[in-house]
T-cell receptor, first 114, second 113 residues
Framework: DAGITQSPRHKVTETGTPVTLRCHQTENHRYMYWYRQDPGHGLRLIHYSYGVKDTDKGEVSDGYSVSRSKTEDFLLTLESATSSQTSVYFC?????????????FGEGSWLTVV | AQSVTQLGSHVSVSEGALVLLRCNYSSSVPPYLFWYVQYPNQGLQLLLKYTSAATLVKGINGFEAEFKKSETSFHLTKPSAHMSDAAEYFCAVSESGYSTLTFGKGTMLLVSP
């Protein structure tokens, strides 16, 4: 298993509150990603990082921000949680880009916004 | 822009039958293609990937996929289904020079005794 730890694994929060999900890796991989998974939509990219303090937006970035102050940690923040952000969030990592470089996934964080 | 279409949100087979999960892609450049499997309440695990070395790619658990450029397809097959194959399967594409994956919506494989 790729050394990826997501925390918390399960969380219930109220609408309007900020939420931070943490992804920690022990592989020293350059690239880190946050995806969300919803029924009928597959996985969609929220944000990704290609180095410390280097991040970019994905397909569904509205309402989310990220930070990466260390190679091993990538934080996803929901600035003001809404019910539409109830989802399963997956962190992923890869060593490099191009040439079909493999992306490895964490176990997921289940977030419910009530 | 790259995209992936998986035909059939659910596929049902009997144990021992052929498994065929369909994936078609759209890409403006030669793609890299992946199949991932997700068991209930778990993350995604790589089954196999195509990176232009060979058109027939063999993966874990007896699965294989064939890249057909003329059909823009990368269908996943397994000769004989096992109960443990029941899971959701995702096809994904990335393009050379890019670091992100674009996923299809997934196909749930149901295996009956």
């Amino acid at each position: 298993d790729a050394g990826i730890t997501q925390s918390p694994r399960h969380k219930v929060t109220e609408t309007g509150t900020p939420v931070t999900l943490r992804c920690h890796q022990t592989e020293n991989h350059r690239y880190m990603y946050w995806y969300r998974q919803d029924p009928g939509h597959g996985l969609r990219l929220i944000h990704y990082s290609y180095g410390v303090k280097d991040t970019d937006k994905g397909e569904v970035s509205d309402g989310y921000s990220v930070s990466r102050s260390k190679t091993e940690d990538f934080l996803l923040t929901l600035e003001s949680a809404t019910s539409s952000q109830t989802s399963v969030y997956f962190c992923a990592i890869s060593a490099d880009r191009g040439a079909g470089n493999t992306i490895y996934f964490g176990e997921g964080s289940w977030l419910t916004v009530v | 822009a790259q995209s992936v279409t998986q035909l059939g949100s659910h596929v049902s087979v009997s144990e021992g039958a052929l498994v065929l999960l369909r994936c078609n892609y759209s890409s403006s450049v030669p793609p890299y293609l992946f199949w991932y499997v997700q068991y209930p309440n778990q993350g995604l695990q790589l089954l196999l990937k195509y990176t232009s070395a060979a058109t027939l790619v063999k993966g874990i658990n007896g699965f294989e996929a064939e890249f057909k450029k003329s059909e823009t397809s990368f269908h996943l097959t397994k000769p004989s289904a096992h109960m443990s194959d029941a899971a959701e399967y995702f096809c994904a594409v990335s393009e050379s020079g890019y670091s992100t994956l674009t996923f299809g919506k997934g196909t749930m494989l149901l295996v009956s005794p």
